[in-house]
């Protein structure tokens, strides 16, 4: 058991690092949305992904309806359900419902990795381990951010605010460049998004709509025309 | 949004993060088999992400010459598998540079 645990700290520091680097800039973000330094800490702690997190504070910035709220957030992180499942396959069958709902919790990008990379039935004990490390360092970097986007000057916090979608671009390329109907649907989705945003008037159909409508639209069109082979469908850890 | 209103979508949204992660994990015991859906679910995070992207740089960047300099950038170097850190990192400094040069030219 300590052995697991000191194990899932080591393997978790690295993953904590970058995540704090990562959350700092989406702090700036939180910032921008007028979340206190509590309130970053506390939704980093309970939501831990990085797509999601952008998509609440954008969410609360367009001042969406908590109803619009809860469809983004489970479209954003709809990749979960696969990564869930994938686990489901691997921790020890008699796991009961408190230890399964604690291996839920602990599932972003990164874990999930870790998770897969585990020989062997999954041990929770390495997995939460990693888990509270990173969800702490990912916490703490939302809250600094929001604390030091206060003291930055305007250009800085500008600048800084582009760090978000850096990530993006970095998770979504390198699988385009693999794959051309991920490469073609990147493609569409900009433009799409791009015609979208520019046509239709924020107050026809808020931000947060046009994200799920177009990210339904778009995937159902490339499921159908393309559908995945099979040795493919745990591909999706890519962030 | 109220400081209470916000409080509110945090719970909303780690509440349904919850549910989407534990939700396979205590009731399904299979693999999906039903090819259209595994294939959607495979598409799903590269649709939404490219969406959030595109235009949202552009506005978020201050001025549309920066966010444009900053997607070019940032895909490029995404593109030849820089990493997250060193995407993210470029971006910014591409931004400031670009809006540095904009404003003594």
């Not at chain 1, 998004?193 to 046509?199: H, M």
């Not at chain 2, 209103?5 to 693999?31: C, D, E, H, N």
């Not at chain 2, 950038?73 to 670009?98: H, M, Q």
Request: hydrophobic share 55%; charged share 10%.
């Amino acid at each position: 058991m300590r052995r697991l645990i000191l194990r899932g700290l080591r393997d978790g520091l690295p993953i904590g690092v970058g995540y704090f680097a990562v959350a700092f800039s989406l702090g700036i973000v939180a910032r921008q949305t007028g979340l206190t330094p509590i309130q970053g800490f506390v939704a980093s702690m309970l939501n831990h992904a990085s797509a999601g997190e952008y998509a609440l504070y954008y969410q609360i910035s367009a001042r969406a309806a908590f109803w619009e709220i809860a469809l983004v957030i489970m479209i954003t992180n709809m990749r979960y359900l696969l990564m869930s499942t994938a686990l489901s396959q691997r921790i020890p069958t008699e796991t009961g419902l408190a230890g399964r709902i604690a291996t839920g919790f602990c599932i972003t990008d990164e874990i999930f990795a870790l998770g897969i990379g585990y020989a062997g039935k999954l041990s929770l004990a390495y997995l939460g381990s990693a888990f509270i490390l990173a969800d702490l360092m990912w916490s703490a970097g939302t809250m600094a951010g929001i604390i030091a986007g206060n003291i930055l000057p305007a250009n800085v916090v500008s600048a800084l605010s582009v760090a978000v979608f850096g990530m993006f671009l970095a998770i979504i390329m390198p699988p385009a460049r693999e794959n051309k109907v991920i490469a073609g649907l990147v493609a569409a989705a900009f433009a799409c998004s791009f015609a979208l945003n520019r046509l239709v008037s924020p107050e026809t159909m808020s931000d947060g709509m046009k994200v799920i409508v177009l990210t339904v639209a778009l995937s159902a069109a490339a499921a159908a025309l393309f559908p995945v082979p099979d040795e493919k469908e745990g591909g999706t850890a890519h962030e | 949004m109220s400081n209470g209103q916000i409080w509110i979508a945090i719970l909303v949204a780690a509440g349904v993060s919850l549910l989407v992660r534990v939700l396979p994990l205590t009731l399904i015991r299979k693999k999906i088999t039903n090819r259209f859906l595994r294939s959607f679910l495979y598409y799903v995070p590269y649709a939404t992400l490219a969406v959030m992207t595109f235009p949202a740089i552009i506005d978020a960047a201050g001025n549309p010459v920066a966010g444009i300099a900053a997607l070019a950038v940032g895909g490029v170097l995404a593109w030849l598998r820089a990493g997250l850190f060193p995407v993210a990192l470029a971006s910014c400094v591409t931004v400031f540079l670009t809006e540095w040069l904009t404003r003594i030219g």
